[in-house]
Each structure stands twice: as structure tokens, then as C-alpha cells.
């Protein structure tokens, strides 16, 4: 009976615990900006890459946008949807989808004699991935990531046969599809 | 760590292999064969044809012969001037040129020459074949005609062809059909029914008294047609490259090449022999002459890989050494005519120009008529008969301040 008024002190305190704990499990919803830049390595060659993606990082799943640039035989500027997965003790682990549109960046191609057309397009652009991530300070994380790119480009070449031109331009279009490994290393900001 | 980050893609890279994929638009045209015998044996006057693609004219009293590229000859009834009436359709195939002499008309028929009897337009006879005498004629683009039967027409096909891009060029076409590259600037294909032969620019016939003189690519042949309907080949003569046109004058042939313009003499009618050049920039160059002048039109565009298009007036006072007195800026200048001190001028799509050319040095334009593309003009009794694009005019210039359209024939739009 005396010990009445001790349970009823203690109650709030109780609730207060509780309380907190239910905090700490609702994930929240917090913007991060990944920075990245590797290598791709494909038949024709090994050239740099580099991305800068931001989005909202909920739980586990991070998505968002990004913006890039890639060396690899065209020089291009991937404008891609950003996908990520963390998993894992600590979340060490992830899995990474980007999808989008390459653009053209700058002069691409040299002059070449008697051609009357000479156009380099975009088209898609596709990287997907695993990698591993560790803590490297209160609010970020650095990781190594390892994919299989593609990206896509259409050259349009035309040339006049005749010296002096010709009623009839000689048009082809050629429908590059680049299949590269990329590795990356990346710092993550937020968390 | 860096080292791992390039050498795991590296390893794996020799796995990777691009795509690349080289599509070209081209259109092609099937031939489609007849036998010798079944094509000879219908050169004869059949039932009239609309005009489709007309070529080169040829007007015998009150007939005209109008060719029908790579098809054959209109005869067309011209004793009415205002009202011609189309009675028969010569089957030839490959035919781009004609030439007349009293009643015997000569028409090539792709590599062969025919030699017909038109003294009844409504029932020609053929006299003669004579195999093998422009062997020069193709179609160029890679294609090779099977010479054992005669193309009688073309199957058009537009195509996609999908090929490597390791070939290095455009993908390649077939020996059995003629092929056109996809065109984006320029002239489109839509338009086009059938590959024309090589060489279709104005008159490479023509006969002087009993000699009837032809010109390839490089060579002048000559025939003696004393006896008309029997013409005897003599040995060709090398004449230069890029040969175009060729037009008679008193005892001289003019040649109209892409390079010039050259002049042979006649004294031996059978040995004609090479009397003096006029250089010129490269460009087709059709040519006519009156006592004193050599009228040459260049025009840019087709075969012709030049960028001119002028009239030049050269002085023939010594024909060894032609001189050039003076060029006139044109549009597209193609066929021309003469008649007195009236000058005829097709200019392409700006119509058919009339001028003043009593004074070459300076031409008065007198009248334009507009054309649809003007393409080659022939005078006769005061009369203009000019084939353009859309069809076969015919002007009275009796007056010509006052030029009077008296008929035309059109171009029949339907396949």
C-alpha cells in the first residue's frame, strides 16, 4: 500500500521512454546528394566518368535525379532518374539503377572530306550496380560501387559521291549502343 | 583502393562488346526483262501513250517525234498547230535519241540502234537493227544490264537495308538492280519512276547530207546512210570525255562536252577531223551556231558537277582558235534554238526566254515564257515547240512581242 505513490512518481517516466523509442524507428525523410566518379571500361576503351545526383533518402531507399558526365567514346552528359537500395548491417551494403537520356556534349567529331552531314544525337542512357558504403562522418557516407553501363548514340553521316556535288546525297545512320563495366567512388552527403 | 576501382572494369571490359548498327535508305529499281525477239518484234506503232518523261524532239513536216525516255517515240499529228493530236506510241526500249532523214528515223535502243521506216507515222517499218553501237550505255551505280534480253521496265522499291557499321562506307548495292541513295538536300527520289540512262541531255544524233553522226561518252560515230534504210558503221573516233551534245552546222559538228566546247570538220565527211577547242568550267553545254557565233548553254545540277549556269557567245571567225565575246548570267539554261536574229533559251524552271540577238553583245530580252522547267526548244514555220516538265508547247512567234500559246500536250500524272 505505501508503495502506491512510488509507481504513480514513476509512471511519467515510463511514458517518456516509450515515447522515445518510437521516435527512433519512424525513418525520416532526409535529402542527400551523392557525388561520384570512376572509370568505364568497354571494348573500345577506358574513359572517366563522373555524377552528381540529389534526392530524398527514406528508410533504406534513396531516389532522386542526376546529371553526368561520360568520356566514353562520345563525350555525353547523362541526364538520368537515380534508384538506390541500402541493406546490410548498417546498411553497408546498396544497390544502384539509374535510367535516362545521354545528350551530346560539345564537338564530338573532327571534319571529315566530302561529307555534307555529319550529326551525333543522344539516345539512352542505362547504369545499374552493387557497391558497399561506410560511414565517413556524422552525416555521410563513402562507397565503391561496381555496374554494367549502356549508353546509346545515332551518327548521321552524309557525303556527296560526285567531286562538285550530285542531285543525290549519300545518307546513312549509324546506331551505337556502348556496353561498358563502371566502377565509382562516391561520397554521399546526409544522412 | 583507386587501383581496384580501374582494374576490376578493366579486367571485366574484355567481356563487353558494342553494338553498332548502319541503316541507309535506298531506293531501288528491279529491271524487269523482256526477250530481244518479243521487244523487237513490237517496235512498230502502237496505240498512243500519254507523255510521262519527255526527251528529245524531232519534227518531220507535220509530224512530231517525241521521245519518251528509256520507252520509245510519240508521233504526234501536227497539222493543226492548236490542236496535235497523239495517234501512236513507237515501243523502244532505252530510247533517248532520234534523228531523221526523209522518211528513215534513227532511234538508239539502249546499247543497239533501229532504223525504221516512218513514211506512215500510223505504221512504222523496222529496216534494220544494228547490235553493239553504244556499248558505253549503262546506268552507273554499280548496276550491270543483262545484255542477253533488253530492260523493257522498272519495278521501284524504296528499302531500309540494315547492315555492320565495320564496312566503312555506304552499304553496298547489287550488280542485278539499280540502286539511289537516300537524298535530304537536293533532288528527292520521290519523284523519280525509273533511272534514266547516262547521257540524257540534248541532241547526241544528227545527220549532215548522208552521214549520221552519234556521240557516246567519249567517241563520234559515223554512219553512211547513203542508202537510208541500210546505215554502214564506220570506225569510231575518240573524241574526248564527258561528251554531251552534238549539233551540226554547214560543214562543221559542234561538240558540247562537259569541259568545252569542240569543232570538226567535215571535208572528210567519213574522217571527221578535230578543228579547235572552247574551254569552259565544268558543266553541261548544249550548243548551237549561226554564221558567225557558237551559242553554248552550261547549267549546273544531274551529271554535270559544275556550278555554272551562263550563256557564252563565242566568235567562230577563226575557227582554229574560237574566242569567247561574251557570258550571260542564266537560272538553269538547258536547250536552245535559233531562228534569224531571234534566240531561244529554255532557262529551266525561269521558263523560255526570247531575245533579241542581233547584237551579241548585247542580247535584248524580248519575252519570258513562263514554263515549268523549260528543258529543250525547237523553231519551225514561226512556231516554238518546247518540252518542258509538264508537257509539249507549242508558240506562235510570228510576232514576237507578242508570243501566243497555241497548244500544249500535258504530262499525264497518272503511273
Known amino acids: 500500500m505505501r508503495k502506491w505513490w512510488v509507481i504513480v512518481l514513476l509512471l511519467p517516466f515510463a511514458s517518456l521512454s516509450q515515447e522515445k523509442e518510437t521516435k527512433k524507428d519512424i525513418p525520416r525523410l532526409n535529402l542527400h546528394v551523392i557525388v561520384s566518379g570512376g572509370v568505364a571500361a568497354g571494348e573500345k576503351s577506358t574513359k572517366a566518368v563522373a555524377q552528381l545526383s540529389g534526392g530524398l533518402m527514406f528508410g533504406p531507399f534513396f531516389t532522386g535525379a542526376g546529371v553526368g558526365v561520360d568520356f566514353y567514346h562520345f563525350k555525353t552528359i547523362p541526364v538520368f532518374a537515380d534508384l538506390r537500395y541500402s541493406f546490410g548491417p548498417k546498411k553497408a551494403l546498396f544497390v544502384y539503377a539509374n535510367g535516362g537520356y545521354n ?10 572530306f566530302a561529307r555534307t552531314k555529319d550529326i551525333l544525337k543522344g539516345g539512352l542512357y542505362l547504369d545499374g550496380g552493387f557497391g558497399i558504403q561506410a560511414i565517413a562522418s556524422p552525416k555521410d557516407r563513402v562507397g565503391v560501387s561496381f555496374g554494367f553501363s549502356s549508353k546509346s548514340n545515332v551518327h548521321i553521316i552524309g557525303f556527296s559521291p560526285c567531286t562538285g556535288g550530285c542531285p543525290n546525297e549519300v545518307v546513312y545512320t549509324d546506331r551505337f549502343t556502348f556496353y561498358r563495366i563502371v566502377s565509382k567512388l562516391s561520397w554521399n552527403f546526409g544522412r | ?40 518484234n513490237n517496235i512498230k506503232s502502237n496505240a498512243p501513250k500519254p507523255l510521262k518523261k519527255p526527251g528529245k524532239i524531232y519534227m518531220l513536216g507535220n509530224t512530231i517525234f517525241l521521245n519518251e525516255i528509256d520507252k520509245g517515240i510519240h508521233v504526234i499529228d501536227n497539222s493543226n498547230p492548236s490542236n496535235p493530236v497523239n495517234i501512236a506510241f513507237i515501243d523502244i526500249p532505252g530510247n533517248l535519241d532520234i534523228a531523221v532523214k526523209g522518211n528513215i528515223l534513227y ?13 506512215n507515222p500510223s505504221n512504222v517499218i523496222v529496216k534494220k537493227f544494228s547490235d553493239n553501237i553504244f556499248p558505253y550505255r549503262s546506268y552507273g551505280n554499280g548496276f550491270v544490264a543483262n545484255t542477253d534480253q533488253i530492260i523493257i521496265d522498272w519495278v521501284r522499291k524504296d528499302t531500309t537495308i540494315t547492315a555492320s557499321c565495320d564496312m566503312g562506307g555506304p552499304v553496298m548495292v547489287r550488280e542485278d538492280v539499280f540502286t539511289l541513295a537516300s537524298a535530304s538536300t537536293g533532288q528527292s527520289n520521290a519523284s523519280i519512276s525509273g533511272p534514266a540512262g547516262v547521257g540524257g541531255s540534248m541532241a547526241r544524233f544528227t545527220i549532215v547530207n548522208d552521214r549520221l553522226y552519234t556521240v ?7 554512219f553512211n546512210i547513203s542508202n537510208a534504210v541500210d546505215p554502214q558503221r564506220g570506225n569510231p573516233v575518240h573524241i574526248g570525255w564527258n561528251i554531251e551534245t552534238i549539233y551540226p552546222f554547214k560543214d562543221k559538228l559542234f561538240i558540247g562536252s562537259m569541259t568545252g566546247m569542240q569543232v570538226y570538220s567535215l571535208a572528210n565527211p567519213d574522217a571527221p577531223a578535230h578543228l579547235a577547242q572552247f574551254q569552259h568550267a565544268q558543266s553541261c553545254d548544249p550548243v548551237i551556231a549561226d554564221d558567225n557565233y557558237a551559242y553554248v ?6 551529271m554535270c558537277m559544275g556550278s555554272l549556269n551562263q550563256l557564252d557567245i563565242v566568235k567562230l571567225n577563226n575557227l582554229s582558235n574560237p574566242v569567247l565575246q561574251k557570258t550571260y548570267q542564266m537560272t538553269s539554261p538547258h536547250g536552245l534554238s535559233k531562228d534569224g536574229n531571234l534566240l531561244f533559251i529554255c532557262d529551266g524552271e525561269a521558263g523560255l526566254k526570247l531575245y533579241n540577238a542581233s547584237d551579241v553583245m548585247n542580247l535584248q530580252l524580248l519575252k519570258v515564257v513562263s514554263t515549268k522547267t523549260a528543258y529543250d526548244v525547237i523553231t519551225f514555220n514561226k512556231i516554238a515547240l518546247l518540252v518542258g516538265d509538264d508537257g509539249l508547247y507549242q508558240y506562235d512567234y510570228s510576232d514576237p512581242s507578242m508570243i501566243r500559246l497555241l497548244s500544249k500536250i500535258n504530262i499525264s500524272l497518272l503511273p
Do not use: W
Not at chain 2, 548553254?297 to 544531274?302: P, R
Open chain 2, 107 to 119: 532511234a538508239d535502243m539502249y546499247t543497239d540502234m533501229v532504223t525504221l521506216d516512218i513514211t
Open chain 2, 1 to 40: 583502393m583507386a587501383l581496384l576501382l580501374a582494374a576490376v572494369p578493366i579486367l571485366f571490359s574484355a567481356c563487353m562488346k558494342d553494338s553498332c548498327k548502319r541503316q541507309q535508305v535506298i531506293t531501288m529499281f528491279i529491271p524487269v526483262y523482256g526477250s530481244k525477239a518479243d521487244v523487237r
Open chain 2, 216 to 222: 557516246s561518252n567519249s567517241h563520234l560515230d559515223v
Open chain 2, 297 to 302: 548553254t552550261l547549267h549546273s545540277g544531274n
Open chain 1, 103 to 112: 545528350f551530346v556534349a560539345g564537338r564530338n567529331l573532327e571534319p571529315v
